[in-house]
């Protein structure tokens, strides 16, 4: 069988990676009813079960851990409606150590200012123990999570985005090279963990942790600089007299046409722009219109002031008035 996953807070980005990973086991033979029994406590214990798991480096028992008992029921609803698999991921209220406990991977998805809380809970060094713990708190590093977690704690961060929710996603993990004498075998066996996990929302790519902060402006923050672009593009639509609907629909697939031309072919931004581009037609025409408006270096820069704002997200408060010039 696989391992047992417990998710630490169900936000957006919880609910988007236990749902890609549920997605993607869409196994042969689904547990009938349900794969566990709740005990008093609300934590429950695995019923055995014939499904056959066919990656080992994916999980066959899930634990969803939230603070409060109406994120159950709502949580539930979602997830019913997936159907299948769906069903069997356990909601539980209020009992993260012991769930922890159970678990053999743990992903953290708690708001960034609770992380402390939760890791430094009576009991929960012990249920931490020896395990493999992923962190997608946008501005937690490593080094902090370290003081509150036992030193046989593995740990990797995690910076997933939105389109995860639709298995687009852009996931970048820290190496786990640089954690004190793991075996290689232990190493190998996480990065393979964490591959799966994140590919089964999308791609997903190691990179140091000192370029967190870049790839939580460029994939954390882009879908929303991305989302101001297509919406403009399809305001030039309307005012063009296209119906509203349909240009949206245009400028959305258009942009994931090009996008995906670049990731597939490998195709440069600029060749794909070049060929587009017939002299005195409308593409450059329309391009040296973007080109006054300075679209490129606002949306770096758009970039670069994301980078430097997240910089300062889960680090300890500046002295007041520190931040006025961001308002």
């Given at each position: 069988?696989?391992?047992?996953l417990c998710?630490i807070g169900?936000?957006t980005?919880?609910?988007?990676i236990?749902?890609g990973?549920?997605?993607?086991?869409k196994?042969?033979?689904?547990?009938p009813?349900?794969?566990?029994?709740?005990?008093p406590s609300?934590?429950?214990?695995?019923?055995?079960?014939?499904?056959?798991v066919?990656?080992?480096?994916l999980?066959?028992?899930f634990?969803?851990c939230?603070?409060?008992?109406?994120?159950v029921?709502?949580l539930k609803?979602?997830?019913?409606a997936?159907?299948?698999?769906?069903?069997?991921?356990?909601?539980?209220?209020?009992?993260?150590?012991?769930?922890?406990?159970?678990a053999?991977?743990?992903?953290?998805?708690s708001?960034?200012h609770?992380?402390?809380?939760?890791?430094?809970?009576?009991?929960?060094?012990?249920?931490?123990?020896?395990?493999?713990?992923?962190?997608?708190?946008?501005?937690?590093k490593?080094?902090?999570?370290?003081?509150?977690?036992?030193a046989?704690?593995?740990?990797?961060?995690?910076?997933?985005?939105?389109?995860?929710?639709?298995r687009?996603?852009?996931?970048?993990?820290?190496?786990p090279?640089?954690?004190?004498?793991t075996?290689?075998?232990?190493?190998?066996r996480d990065?393979?963990?964490?591959?799966?996990i994140f590919s089964s929302?999308?791609?997903?790519?190691?990179?140091?942790e000192?370029h967190?902060?870049?790839?939580?402006?460029?994939s954390?923050?882009?879908p929303?600089?991305?989302?101001?672009?297509?919406?403009a593009?399809a305001?030039?639509?309307?005012?063009?007299?296209?119906p509203?609907?349909?240009?949206?629909?245009l400028?959305?697939?258009t942009?994931?046409?090009a996008?995906r031309m670049t990731?597939?072919?490998?195709?440069?931004p600029?060749?794909?722009?070049?060929?587009v581009?017939?002299p005195g037609?409308c593409?450059?025409?329309?391009?040296?219109?973007?080109?006054?408006g300075?679209v490129r270096?606002?949306?770096?820069r758009?970039?670069?002031?994301?980078t430097?704002?997240?910089?300062e997200?889960g680090?300890?408060?500046?002295?007041a008035?520190?931040r006025?010039?961001?308002h």
């Amino acid at each position: 069988m696989g391992y047992t996953l417990c998710v630490i807070g169900c936000g957006t980005m919880g609910v988007a990676i236990l749902s890609g990973v549920v997605d993607t086991l869409k196994w042969p033979s689904p547990f009938p009813n349900g794969i566990t029994h709740s005990s008093p406590s609300g934590v429950s214990t695995p019923v055995p079960t014939l499904a056959t798991v066919p990656d080992e480096s994916l999980p066959s028992r899930f634990i969803a851990c939230v603070s409060r008992d109406d994120s159950v029921r709502k949580l539930k609803r979602t997830f019913d409606a997936l159907g299948g698999l769906g069903q069997s991921i356990q909601f539980i209220a209020g009992h993260n150590v012991e769930s922890v406990a159970q678990a053999d991977i743990i992903i953290l998805c708690s708001k960034p200012h609770q992380a402390e809380g939760i890791l430094t809970a009576h009991g929960m060094a012990a249920a931490l123990e020896g395990k493999l713990l992923i962190s997608i708190l946008a501005g937690v590093k490593i080094s902090q999570m370290r003081d509150w977690v036992p030193a046989s704690t593995r740990l990797i961060r995690a910076m997933p985005n939105t389109p995860c929710k639709i298995r687009e996603g852009m996931t970048v993990l820290s190496s786990p090279d640089a954690e004190l004498h793991t075996p290689v075998h232990v190493l190998a066996r996480d990065k393979e963990i964490c591959t799966s996990i994140f590919s089964s929302i999308g791609r997903a790519r190691f990179l140091d942790e000192k370029h967190f902060d870049a790839c939580t402006a460029l994939s954390g923050s882009g879908p929303a600089f991305a989302c101001i672009f297509l919406e403009a593009m399809a305001d030039g639509g309307v005012m063009m007299g296209l119906p509203r609907a349909e240009a949206l629909e245009l400028a959305a697939q258009t942009l994931q046409g090009a996008a995906r031309m670049t990731l597939q072919e490998g195709a440069h931004p600029a060749a794909i722009k070049d060929t587009v581009t017939t002299p005195g037609g409308c593409t450059i025409a329309g391009v040296l219109m973007l080109e006054d408006g300075r679209v490129r270096s606002t949306v770096a820069r758009a970039i670069q002031v994301a980078t430097e704002r997240a910089s300062e997200l889960g680090q300890p408060a500046k002295p007041a008035g520190y931040r006025h010039h961001h308002h």
